[in-house]
């Protein structure tokens, strides 16, 4: 079945620093890869998606490329600030149609300045 | 637009006690999905709704865990009996067929079960 595999955290980081979450995946067919951000207190959010091989998504300096190659598609930033501190869900989608997904375990991100 | 609305935020009961969460999901979206977060486990999914019927409920941990959608606005997940190791934070998300896969999530239910 599909499975999701990320880097184990917690991972922390000083200020400024540049940052990669990895993920891998296992996957029938050609799935969609996501990555949701949880903030303290809240439910997960989304923060990138890439539908299709070589797709980079990005959003709030984080970017991610889908590398079907490798089954990657690894969390990248340049330069990371005290509010990204948050866990961090890799996840891909099951089928086409089927809007469930299957999420990887997190990874707790701690920024510190 | 309001966001997916769960209540009530946090729930401490006694074990033994039936306890039962509410969500209401975003108007239009015709999943629903509720999951379960704890430090041991992760995020585990329990049931996913596709337009009020119950698609899977395999995650669902036994039987003394149930959840109905009665119409498109609301669901419910009940526990009955409650036990200590119910304790986690239950998650109710909500997403629109298109091909996106979009899951939005609610604020969540912090449940205590003393």
């Known amino acids: 079945g599909n499975s999701v595999t990320q880097m184990e955290g917690p991972v922390t980081l000083s200020e400024e620093a540049f940052l990669t979450i990895n993920c891998t995946y296992t996957?029938?067919?050609?799935?969609?890869l996501f990555w949701y951000v949880q903030y303290p207190g809240e439910g997960l959010q989304l923060l990138l998606k890439?539908?299709?091989?070589?797709d980079k998504g990005s959003n709030k300096g984080f970017e991610a490329t889908y590398r079907k190659e490798t089954t990657s598609f690894h969390l990248e930033k340049g330069s990371v600030q005290v509010s990204d501190s948050a866990v961090y869900f890799c996840?891909?989608?099951?089928?086409?149609?089927?809007?469930?997904?299957?999420f990887g375990t997190g990874t707790r991100l701690t920024i510190i300045p | 637009d309001a966001g997916v609305i769960q209540s009530p935020r946090h729930e401490v009961t006694e074990m033994g006690q039936e306890v039962t969460l509410r969500c209401k999901p975003i108007?239009?979206?015709?999943?629903l999905f509720w999951y379960r977060q704890t430090m041991m486990r992760g995020l585990e999914l329990l049931i996913y709704?596709?337009?009020?019927?119950?698609?899977?409920d395999s995650g669902m941990p036994e039987d003394r865990f149930s959840a109905k959608m009665p119409n498109a606005s609301f669901s419910t997940l009940k526990i009955q009996p409650s036990e200590p190791r119910d304790s986690a934070v239950y998650f109710c998300?909500?997403?629109?067929?298109?091909?996106?896969?979009?899951?939005?999530f609610g604020p969540g239910t912090r449940l205590t079960v003393l």
């Open positions: 998300a909500s997403s629109r067929t298109s091909g996106r896969n979009e899951q939005f």
């Open positions: 996957a029938t067919g050609y799935p969609s």
């Open positions: 890439a539908t299709k091989a070589d």
């Open positions: 996840a891909l989608s099951e089928t086409a149609g089927n809007e469930k997904l299957t």
């Open positions: 108007s239009g979206h015709d999943y």
């Open positions: 709704f596709n337009n009020n019927v119950p698609i899977d």
